[in-house]
Structures are given as structure tokens and as C-alpha cells.
Nanobody, 117 residues
């Protein structure tokens, strides 16, 4: 089993920044994708950004140039730096880890981001 622990959500004014962190523990598959998904009220969960154990990142078009995802050398923690936040970025952000073999995936509990003036 894999456990994902998130931190860093909160309240910010438009144009502000937040930093989300997610740390994985347990039986982490060696080849994996680890990243963040976003769910706005009443909408489906969608990918924000992801990093791959073998290198590389991917971003949703809506966050390119504003958000940056990074991973520590141990590859157990991912950071999502969110800049220039807008009201449409408000919602719940979920950490996700997906194994390349078998496609098993795990989710964090979610962290709320509120963007409002």
C-alpha cells in the first residue's frame, strides 16, 4: 500500500501564490507518475501537473507558465508551486500516484485552495 500526505492549501487573493506538497510512503512502485489533480465544485477531477519517475513533466494548458511541479531526489515528495492564482483555480487539489505497471493508483485526501478577494 501507498500513503499520500498532502499539505499547503489555504486562502489566497487573486494573483497570489501557494505551494502544495505531497509525500508518499509505503510500497512505492519504482516506475510511476506522481502529480496533482484539481476538482472544482460540481465538476470532474482533472489533471493539473504530473512528474514521472524516469524524468519529465506534464501540465494542463490552463496552468502552463503559472504552476511548476517538482520532485525531490528521493522521488517521494512532489511540490506544486502555484503562482498568479485566479478564482478559477479554486477548488480541491488531490495528490495522485499511479504505477506504470498494472496502473494501480492512490489518492491523497485532498487540500482546499480558495482564491478570493
Amino acid at each position: 500500500q501507498v500513503q499520500l500526505v498532502e499539505s499547503g492549501g489555504g486562502f489566497v487573493e487573486p494573483g497570489g501564490s501557494l505551494r502544495l506538497s505531497c509525500t508518499a510512503s509505503g510500497s512505492i512502485p519504482s516506475r510511476n507518475a506522481m502529480g496533482w489533480y484539481f476538482q472544482a465544485p460540481g465538476k470532474e477531477r482533472e489533471l493539473v501537473a504530473s512528474t514521472f519517475s524516469h524524468g519529465g513533466t506534464t501540465y494542463a494548458d490552463s496552468v502552463k507558465g503559472r504552476f511548476t511541479i517538482s520532485r525531490d531526489n528521493a522521488k517521494t515528495t512532489v511540490i506544486l508551486q502555484m503562482n498568479s492564482l485566479a478564482p478559477e483555480d479554486a477548488g480541491v487539489y488531490y495528490c495522485n500516484l499511479r504505477a506504470f505497471v498494472g496502473l494501480t493508483e492512490w489518492w491523497g485526501q485532498g487540500t482546499q485552495v480558495t482564491v478570493s478577494s
